[in-house]
């Protein structure tokens, strides 16, 4: 009796889906995938963040900036002043500063006010001199050596107080100049200190601006790649699911099928785009210039 050999084939349908199968999957195997479509790309700096990097650069006494057209980054700086924002208060506190800093602040009054104070000062004194004259010719003595000696001692004290006099009111115009002068001083130290922090706050503003938009650039950019990703992976997305299918009728039990890919679940953001979107909240002078 003839030994007999059994062969176990699916069902011709079965069959032909699985010879199907392997021509599918060695047609999409063989091209290959396109991945410059998802390619990890950056956003180029916007206008907002170069303003803040160009304020920047201009509070530090730096020259103009210079950008590149494609990414928009710093590429270079031109030659500045190398005056810091708060210099120029400092130095005209240095100019208040010193010995001759009162002569800006005499006033242009003062030597009105004392040739004014002076003149009636004289006149006084004058007819307190034609008193004594007048005194002299009542009592007989005019033209005597007493009333000689009164007006001698009159006019020696009245040059003593007129030199007095004067003296006050200069000395009056000179501390009222200190005083301006120091006053002075103070405020242009008080704007010192004072411009850098407004400086940095409009920096600041600009820079959360700029990099809130850098964000939401780099966010269209991410979902742009996703979207390619997806795209490109989806014919072996629905290939998989054809040899999942497949598989388990072959097998007589179903098998989940599970998806292949690394596509990004929709709604989600790329990991630059999240450090963009934190660094919204902590933007600082540093992160200008990537430090």
Do not use: H
Not at 111 to 130: G, P
Not at 148 to 167: I, K, N, P, T
Not at 231 to 258: C, D, H, K, T, V
């Amino acid at each position: 009796m003839a030994e007999q050999t059994t062969i176990s084939r699916p069902a011709p349908y079965l069959e032909a889906a699985g010879e199907k199968f392997i021509d599918l999957a060695s047609q999409l195997a063989a091209k290959p995938v396109d991945t410059s479509a998802f390619a990890p790309t950056i956003a180029g700096q916007n206008v907002l963040t170069q303003a803040a990097q160009q304020q920047a650069a201009t509070q530090a006494g730096l020259g103009t900036l210079s950008f590149d057209p494609t990414t928009g980054a710093v590429s270079g700086v031109g030659t500045g002043t190398g005056v810091a924002g708060y210099q120029p208060f400092l130095q005209q506190a240095a100019a208040y500063s010193g010995p001759q800093a009162y002569q800006s602040f005499m006033s242009p009054y003062q030597q009105e006010v004392i040739d004014t104070s002076l003149a009636e000062f004289d006149k006084q004194r004058q007819i307190a001199q034609q008193q004594i004259s007048q005194q002299a010719i009542t009592s007989g003595a005019f033209g005597g050596g007493r009333e000689g000696v009164q007006q001698a001692e009159f006019g020696a004290q009245s040059l003593q107080d007129r030199a007095l006099l004067q003296a006050q009111l200069q000395a009056q115009g000179f501390q009222q100049a200190q005083a301006a002068a120091a006053q002075a001083q103070q405020q242009q130290m008080g704007l010192a200190s004072l411009q850098p922090s407004l400086a940095q706050a409009n920096i600041q503003s600009l820079g959360q601006a700029g990099t809130g938009n850098l964000a939401y650039q780099q966010a269209i950019l991410d979902a742009a790649a996703q979207g390619a990703q997806m795209s490109a992976y989806e014919p072996r997305e629905r290939l998989g699911f054809l040899g999942s299918a497949i598989g388990g009728m072959l097998s007589g039990q179903p098998q989940a099928y599970s998806t292949q890919t690394t596509a990004p679940a929709a709604g989600t953001v790329g990991p630059l785009s999240q450090a963009l979107s934190s660094a919204v909240g902590i933007y600082g002078l540093g992160s200008l210039f990537g430090r």
